[in-house]
């Protein structure tokens, strides 16, 4: 008995000391591997989501402009240069014209990584928009191109822009894993449409030759002599391909590689925000640029979920607290270029590159979490910064712009320090500054898409709302579950749901935050922010959802007001004014710049605004003329598909 017990308490403070080693091990490693996090909701394949309405409208305008013709706009870049394949980049590769070009020097050959971003983020947001549409002309091209780039993989997996002489042999500026990175996600969406098993394999051999030539553990990858890496550092990403190879093959060695790159990404000399030790530090505001900052939000999550270790998940935390301050009333984030310890502020642009990764970056959070906040706030930044920057008719966008629009000429409202810039306008190109923006102007409604449905435990997850179907399987029956009605154009949501055969599931629709109450013509619960309809589903079983809101007043933090109804910030739209500055030979696409006819610029004094047209979200407002003190009554409206606009209103008293 005296030996068993002797036994037991060896045993257990055994496992006492081995706890606390841990616990210490956790306390000074933050990359050190606890346990897996499991992930909550399943992004569903792409295909088995469609749009309707208003989306489909949106994905089809694309498609058909400049998503489209993104070929015929600038065949320098998507055409001719195969640097994927037989242009690869070698130390004698000429300098190209792609746009803001660097200082000269050796290092631009290096820097050439650029047009790898702009051939792959346009495949992926074009393919996406083909399979949405089911557009058999444009997967016909795509399955094309799609089997020329898998030509170009060498026989060790290689799949990229070096030659042999550069790949893999740097120490500064390159873009081995961001070019990698775009391509990949690419593939990836192919290969959710096909399910072909050899693209798969390629894929995966591809990120095995990462593996080799960058060893967990052995290596640096994100080494460099020069903090200001801007290819290297966008290659973080990676963890995205990572994160879905994980989720498709179930292998861990994925997960682990992808706390990896950022452990030595936090490790290195970059003037980056998303490291380790900067998140750490509350009193540190972002300083870099923006789209590296919001795309590396991803990686710090995916990082976090593949350890399970509490400082990472710290880290984490503190890092939404600082994207948090960078928000404008719309939802766009600081990055006109650079963050430069700035708060949000409607007069400060974003750049749609930044609103692309900061949307994914919400739904990313969204399927790991399963907390219907971060889709709360992918719909607020979709429907208001997305919306507000996206041309109410025209295939076109802004690469930056800000809620506070008065002129749209090229620089920040009217600024022509610099009589180059051209961000702040329409263009369905933008190639003087990068041809980035338009490319992922061409994926975000798809990956928006893509994320409204998600495979949730007991059934399915309605998490971001809109016109949709959804077509997908449960327990070998066909569900088929139509979200109708243009929302959020319209608050009044009609559902129907079908099974091929009778099945029990749960069907959760997310309560979005601002509703302030919900109607159902069916009866359902309440529970974590979602709405709860778990019942035997057979033939169609239709139903209505409504929710109401209320008008709400809110302080930009600078002594302004700005006002939100539902889902909407609401603006006073100027009259604008276009001007033509460029067209394109056999297309119809053209470039637009946009001048007030007239630029008042209202203060507020607290009075209170009357409600005009429920359903359009139009508000009679008692605003305040800067110039005679009177009071006038101006409409304020939804920013959505405004050009020029007042959205907040500083506070002035009136005579």
Same mark, same amino acid.
């Given at each position: ?203 995966? =051999? ?37 994160? =879905? ?312 933090? =600078? ?97």
């Amino acid at each position: 008995m005296k030996t068993w017990l002797t036994g037991l308490f060896m045993a257990l403070m055994w496992i006492s000391v081995t706890c606390q080693t841990q616990a210490q091990v956790r306390k000074s490693n933050p990359f050190q591997k606890v346990r897996p996090l499991p992930v909550m909701l399943h992004p569903l394949p792409l295909h088995s989501v469609k749009p309707l309405g208003w989306l489909e409208r949106e994905v089809r305008k694309n498609l058909n402009g400049f998503t489209g013709q993104l070929e015929q706009l600038a065949p320098d870049l998507l055409v001719e240069d195969q640097l994927y394949g037989k242009q690869r980049l070698s130390k004698q590769t000429p300098i190209k014209n792609l746009g803001a070009l660097g200082e000269a020097g050796d290092w631009q050959v290096q820097y050439l990584w650029w047009n790898s971003e702009t051939q792959s983020n346009w495949l992926d947001g074009w393919l996406r928009s083909a399979i949405l549409l089911d557009d058999t002309t444009s997967l016909s091209k795509v399955e094309y191109l799609v089997a020329r780039l898998l030509e170009s993989q060498d026989e060790d997996g290689y799949l990229g822009i070096y030659d042999r002489a550069l790949r893999y042999q740097f120490d500064n500026e390159n873009g081995e894993l961001w070019a990698k990175t775009t391509l990949l996600r690419a593939l990836l969406g192919w290969y959710d449409y096909q399910k072909s098993p050899k693209l798969l394999l390629a894929i995966e =051999q591809a990120v095995a030759n990462v593996m080799i030539a960058y060893p967990m553990g052995r290596s640096q990858p994100f080494k460099s002599t020069n903090p200001n890496a801007s290819g290297l550092t966008h290659g973080l990403a990676f963890t995205d391909v990572l994160d =879905q190879l994980h989720a498709i093959t179930g292998k861990e060695v994925y997960l682990d590689y992808a706390l990896f790159l950022y452990e030595d990404f936090s490790r290195q000399t970059l003037n980056e925000d998303a490291q380790w030790s900067k998140l750490m530090n509350i009193k540190l505001p972002l300083h870099g640029h923006g789209v590296h900052t919001y795309e590396h939000l991803r990686s710090v999550a995916a990082a976090y979920y593949a350890s399970g270790n509490p400082l990472l998940g710290q880290a984490l935390n503190l890092f939404l607290k600082k994207i948090e301050k960078t928000l404008a009333p719309s939802g766009g984030p600081i990055s006109d270029e650079f963050i430069k310890g700035r708060q949000g502020h409607p007069d400060i642009g974003y750049e749609f590159c930044a609103l692309h990764e900061l949307m994914a970056g919400w739904i990313s959070l969204l399927a790991k979490t399963g907390k219907p906040q971060y889709a709360d706030r992918a719909e607020h930044l979709l429907f208001n910064a997305v919306l507000g920057n996206t041309h109410p008719t025209e295939s076109s966008i802004c690469y930056l712009k800000q809620d506070n629009a008065w002129v749209l000429q090229g620089g920040n409202n009217g600024d022509t320090t610099d009589h180059h810039q051209t961000r702040y306008r329409y263009s369905p190109l933008h190639r003087e500054a990068a041809v980035c923006c338009v490319p992922n102007a061409g994926r975000i409604f798809p990956y928006y898409i893509q994320n409204m449905w998600m495979k949730s435990t007991n059934g399915f997850t309605a998490s971001l709302l809109g016109p949709s179907e959804l077509q997908a399987m449960f327990e070998g029956a066909k569900v088929v579950i139509r979200q109708e009605a243009d929302f959020p154009f319209d608050n009044r949501l009609r559902f129907s749901i079908s099974s091929s055969s009778p099945k029990t599931f749960e069907l959760r629709i997310r309560k979005p935050d601002w509703a302030k109450t919900f109607h159902s013509s069916i009866p359902c619960t309440e529970h974590n922010g979602y709405l709860v309809f778990r019942r035997l589903w057979g033939s169609a079983t239709d139903f209505t959802l409504t929710f109401s809101s209320e008008l709400k007043a809110k302080s930009t933090g =600078q002594q302004e007001r700005y006002f939100q109804s539902g889902p909407w910030v609401l603006c006073h739209a100027l009259e604008a004014m276009p001007v033509v500055t460029r067209t394109w030979e056999k297309s119809n696409l053209r470039e637009l710049a946009y001048y007030p006819v007239k630029k008042v610029k209202y203060g507020y004094n607290g009075g209170r605004l009357l409600e005009e047209n429920k359903q359009l979200h139009h508000f009679k407002a008692p605003l305040v003329h800067p110039e005679t003190g009177k009071t006038d009554v101006v409409l304020l409206q939804p920013m959505a598909r405004t050009i020029l606009r007042q959205v907040s209103f500083p506070l002035r008293s009136s005579q």
